[in-house]
């Protein structure tokens, strides 16, 4: 395959990536609102699609308009950020490798804490920890894209 096919369709995939993060966005704000709405079939919907993608729907969970999101503080924050990463890569933008371990470090950190009882976690630790995972996935996902197309390094 030509590298121009190469570079057209890891563009694609990162892309579906970046939209998919969008819509799952968009679903658990857009829910809340039509359970307010009593448009109750739609937000049915969405909220089975968004407890399908997150394992903590029942607990920590924002509200809007008193109506639960449907995902937790840490996915929420992921999905943002990753959005934003995948999106900035089409712009150009790299992370450095040092970053990544760090963001990876973190993030990954927060949630052992979490599991071993090292510390209470409240919504906005998960929040802020969802950010840094989501930068983290959003990176290795592209990482395995260049893995993938023969790129070696960094």
Same mark, same amino acid.
């Given at each position: 395959?030509?590298?121009? *096919?190469?570079?057209? &369709?890891?563009? +694609?995939?990162? @892309?579906?990536?970046c939209l998919f993060?969008?819509?799952?966005? +968009?679903?658990?704000?857009?829910?809340?609102?039509?359970?307010?709405?009593?448009?109750?079939?739609?937000?049915?919907?969405?909220?089975?699609?968004?407890?399908?993608?997150?394992?903590?729907?029942?607990?920590?969970?924002?509200?809007? *308009?008193?109506?639960?999101?449907?995902?937790?503080?840490?996915?929420?924050?992921?999905?943002?950020?990753? +959005?934003?990463?995948?999106?900035?890569?089409?712009? #150009? &933008? #790299?992370? !450095?490798?040092?970053? &990544?371990?760090?963001?990876?470090?973190?993030?990954?950190?927060?949630?052992? +804490?979490?599991?071993?009882?090292l510390f209470v976690?409240?919504? &906005?630790?998960?929040?802020?920890?969802? %950010? %840094?995972?989501?930068?983290?996935? @959003?990176? *290795?996902?592209?990482?395995?894209? !260049?893995? *993938?197309?023969?790129?070696?390094?960094?």
């Amino acid at each position: 395959m030509s590298n121009i *096919l190469k570079w057209s &369709f890891k563009n +694609a995939l990162v @892309g579906l990536g970046c939209l998919f993060c969008v819509v799952v966005i +968009a679903c658990a704000f857009l829910a809340p609102v039509l359970a307010h709405s009593n448009f109750s079939p739609a937000s049915n919907v969405l909220y089975d699609f968004l407890h399908k993608l997150c394992k903590m729907h029942g607990t920590n969970i924002f509200t809007i *308009l008193n109506h639960p999101i449907g995902i937790c503080a840490r996915c929420i924050g992921s999905y943002i950020s990753a +959005a934003v990463i995948l999106y900035t890569y089409l712009h #150009k &933008f #790299k992370m !450095d490798k040092i970053i &990544f371990i760090i963001i990876g470090t973190l993030a990954f950190g927060e949630i052992a +804490a979490e599991y071993f009882n090292l510390f209470v976690t409240n919504d &906005f630790i998960r929040l802020i920890d969802g %950010f %840094f995972l989501g930068a983290f996935l @959003g990176m *290795l996902y592209i990482k395995i894209l !260049d893995w *993938l197309e023969g790129k070696k390094g960094w």
